[in-house]
């Protein structure tokens, strides 16, 4: 963990949109991310390093919110925010996720659409080619690769 000036130096920096600063502050924090992703071990088929991915993600919003002049210190502060993405995290990962019959109906479409694609050109297709496949707009493909990434 930095030292306490060093790291009001280094969140000052970060707040600034110093893209250094901030590859350092994550750095700097790491270890104690990963600490708090192991305290959540083995939750829901979450990887440890998903839970530490997240707890970067919630370390950047808690330094969008932090006040450099309060005197809290920032991983007092930050530390929640962490903890809070993980806790967000597991619980979406074990809420079941239920399909229509339509929607059911368009995976199916979006599978087939899929490996036509790459038995026709090779490779894995793009969210454009698998609308142009499917016959609707790219904004509802990338709706449904979401949800296939929740199952």
Same mark, same amino acid.
């Given at each position: ?6 790291e009001r130096?280094?969140?000052l ?10 590859a350092a +502050?994550?750095e ?9 992703a ?6 829901a088929?979450? #990887? ?6 997240? %707890?970067?993600?919630g370390?950047?919003?808690?330094l ?5 002049? #309060?005197?809290? #210190? ?5 530390s ?5 993405a ?5 619980s979406? /990962?074990r809420?079941?996720?239920?399909? #229509?019959? /339509? ?11 899929r490996?036509?694609?790459?038995e026709?050109?090779g ?6 080619? +698998?609308?142009?496949?499917? %016959?609707?707009?790219r ?5 449904l ?7």
């Amino acid at each position: 963990m930095p030292e306490q000036m060093n790291e009001r130096a280094l969140v000052l920096a970060a707040k600034e949109s110093q893209a250094s600063a901030r590859a350092a +502050l994550i750095e700097a924090f790491t270890p104690l991310i990963s600490r708090a992703a192991r305290d959540h071990g083995g939750a829901a088929g979450v #990887s440890r390093a998903e839970l530490i991915e997240e %707890g970067v993600a919630g370390m950047c919003r808690a330094l969008e919110r932090y006040d450099p002049g #309060s005197s809290t #210190s920032f991983w007092t502060y930050a530390s929640w925010w962490v903890r809070e993405a993980m806790q967000r995290l597991v619980s979406e /990962r074990r809420r079941p996720v239920e399909l #229509s019959g /339509r929607m059911a109906r368009q995976l199916v479409c979006l599978r087939h659409a899929r490996r036509v694609c790459v038995e026709e050109h090779g490779h894995e297709p793009t969210m454009d080619e +698998l609308a142009h496949e499917m %016959g609707i707009d790219r904004a509802h493909v990338e709706r449904l690769v979401a949800v296939v990434r929740l199952q």
